[in-house]
């Protein structure tokens, strides 16, 4: 019963939430992590996201950016405002040649960045 629960919990604040398997952001949520979830709990994470006040006017102004700059989004996804400006920030380091991702010839501060 209590995996039942939590997974009504989550269903209810899914666009405040944002989750993560093994330390990686999950966009969407699908019957396999419910299920993984319920066998292995350690390997999640959740955060409450709050996207209000000044905070929620910089994600509107990135979005709108990003949205004119590389392509539409679409709005059934959760946390549609956190992915409208993550998702094509992912897209645009995805695209980027393997030497700008690998290189070593740049400070150390600049490649914790």
């Excluded at 209590?2 to 699908?30: C, Q, T, W």
């Excluded at 390997?43 to 509107?60: C, D, N, P, W």
């Amino acid at each position: 019963m209590i995996p039942l629960l939590i997974v009504a919990i989550l269903i209810h604040r899914i666009d405040n939430l944002s989750f993560y398997k093994d330390g990686v952001f999950i966009p969407i949520l699908s019957s396999e992590h419910f299920e993984l979830l319920v066998k292995d709990p350690s390997r999640y994470s959740v955060k409450y996201v709050e996207v209000i006040g000044l905070r929620a006017q910089v994600f509107r102004e990135l979005e709108s950016v990003l949205r004119t700059s590389i392509g539409g989004q679409s709005s059934s996804i959760r946390n549609s405002t956190l992915l409208s400006v993550v998702k094509p920030l992912f897209q645009f380091e995805s695209r980027l040649p393997a030497y700008t991702k690998k290189t070593t010839r740049m400070g150390e501060r600049s490649r914790a960045t």
